[in-house]
């Protein structure tokens, strides 16, 4: 069974800089695919960073662009998130998302929010 863990959202301010990390259960190297997601208030899950291992590149949200920055650490089985120029519209729970084998898995959510 793969667990995935997030860590480090909070509250910050418009402007300011987050990084999320994901703490795998297992290998990082196994996963097809590793990424984040976001889920805002009445609003759908959305995309905001995906690498595909094996060269397959890395994904992002047009609204994250330039922003963010997803990176992993095979040796600790962890991936980030590096959040900076945050908005209040990336206030969110953000997920770290993984596919091994043609099955998906998804951390708990950790909470962001930007807010003056």
């Known amino acids: 069974q793969v667990q995935l863990v997030e860590s480090g959202g909070g509250l910050v301010q418009p402007g300011e800089s987050l990084r999320l990390s994901c703490a795998a259960s297992t290998s990082i190297s196994r996963f097809y695919s590793m990424g984040w997601y976001r889920q805002a208030p009445g609003k759908q899950r959305e995309l905001v960073a995906l690498t595909v291992s094996s060269g397959g590149g890395t994904n992002y949200a047009d609204s994250v662009k330039g922003r963010f920055t997803i990176s992993r650490d095979n040796a600790k089985n962890m991936v980030y998130l590096q959040m900076s120029s945050l908005k209040p519209e990336d206030s969110a729970v953000y997920f770290c998302?993984?596919?091994?084998?043609?099955?998906?898995?998804w951390g708990q959510g950790t909470q962001v929010t930007v807010s003056s």
């Open positions: 998302y993984a596919v091994l084998r043609g099955n998906p898995y």
